[in-house]
């Protein structure tokens, strides 16, 4: 029998509410650490609400949500968004280059100057963005590079967990499996807990471990990936 693999978060009768409109109702889920859980659903089933709460952008109007065994209202906001990086669906870039993107993100995360190099370079890597790319400015990127940019920059403050709302809804298939790629090593050199919604199943079956079914604001469907899929 394999072990039952440890909670990242646990989510227990979560409820949430917007302008009076219920976006989420009765969620009762566990996500597991290290590996990739990808939620599914089409256009309003409360894939990006979910995710919002993950990380404390939103806090729930009901319920309990806890990371690696805390409470999430425990953990101060800055320390919770340094271990719980969020990539958005549509890649936002600050001003100037990819390289003073990175540095500050970094300077954000409290990296000094002697770590910065390295961690700039490893976080370009892990996002498959080419380094010779790191003094172009930002906004000349394509939306593909840009979107890795953006992983990079969240990655540069070495989160344990990471949230991706829709990544690949604006790339071309190319782009895509780049950056599906960069997930792979992330989960499978890191360890790290990836969480990502999308509404693609074929997506879904190339790179979840886990899967979550929601329609109506509802889980209607969770376990191994394969087991959801079929």
């Given at each position: 029998?394999?072990a039952?693999?440890?909670?990242?978060?646990?989510?227990?009768d979560?409820?949430?509410?917007?302008s009076?409109?219920?976006l989420?109702?009765?969620?009762d889920?566990?996500?597991?650490?290290?590996?990739?859980?990808?939620?599914?659903?089409?256009?309003?089933a409360?894939?990006?609400?979910l995710?919002?709460?993950?990380n404390?952008?939103?806090?729930?109007?009901?319920?309990?949500?806890?990371?690696?065994?805390?409470?999430?209202?425990e953990?101060?906001a800055?320390?919770?968004?340094?271990?719980v990086?969020?990539v958005?669906?549509?890649?936002?870039?600050?001003?100037?280059?990819?390289?003073d993107?990175?540095?500050?993100?970094?300077?954000i995360?409290?990296?000094?100057?002697?770590?910065?190099?390295?961690r700039?370079?490893?976080?370009l890597?892990?996002?498959?963005?080419?380094?010779?790319?790191?003094?172009?400015?930002a906004?000349?990127?394509?939306?593909?590079?840009?979107?890795?940019?953006?992983?990079?920059?969240?990655?540069i403050?070495?989160?344990?967990?990471l949230?991706?709302d829709?990544?690949?809804?604006?790339?071309?298939?190319?782009?895509?499996?780049?950056l599906l790629?960069?997930?792979?090593?992330?989960?499978a050199?890191?360890?790290?807990?990836?969480?990502?919604?999308?509404?693609?199943?074929?997506e879904?079956?190339?790179?979840?471990?886990?899967?979550?079914?929601?329609?109506?604001?509802?889980?209607?469907?969770?376990g191994?990936?394969a087991?959801?899929?079929?």
């Amino acid at each position: 029998m394999s072990a039952v693999p440890e909670a990242a978060f646990r989510l227990r009768d979560v409820r949430q509410e917007k302008s009076g409109r219920v976006l989420l109702r009765g969620i009762d889920l566990v996500l597991p650490r290290g590996r990739i859980t990808v939620l599914l659903g089409s256009s309003g089933a409360g894939k990006t609400s979910l995710l919002r709460l993950l990380n404390r952008l939103d806090d729930p109007a009901a319920g309990e949500i806890s990371y690696l065994g805390r409470s999430l209202e425990e953990y101060p906001a800055t320390e919770l968004r340094r271990r719980v990086g969020f990539v958005f669906q549509t890649p936002v870039m600050f001003a100037g280059s990819v390289h003073d993107n990175l540095r500050e993100a970094a300077e954000i995360a409290g990296l000094d100057d002697q770590e910065f190099p390295e961690r700039a370079r490893e976080a370009l890597e892990l996002a498959g963005l080419d380094p010779s790319l790191a003094h172009r400015p930002a906004q000349e990127l394509s939306v593909g590079e840009q979107q890795r940019a953006t992983m990079a920059r969240t990655l540069i403050g070495g989160p344990e967990a990471l949230l991706l709302d829709e990544p690949t809804s604006a790339l071309d298939p190319e782009s895509s499996e780049f950056l599906l790629e960069s997930i792979r090593r992330l989960r499978a050199e890191r360890g790290m807990t990836v969480i990502l919604s999308t509404h693609r199943h074929y997506e879904a079956a190339a790179i979840a471990d886990e899967a979550v079914r929601l329609s109506g604001g509802a889980v209607v469907e969770s376990g191994e990936a394969a087991d959801v899929l079929a």
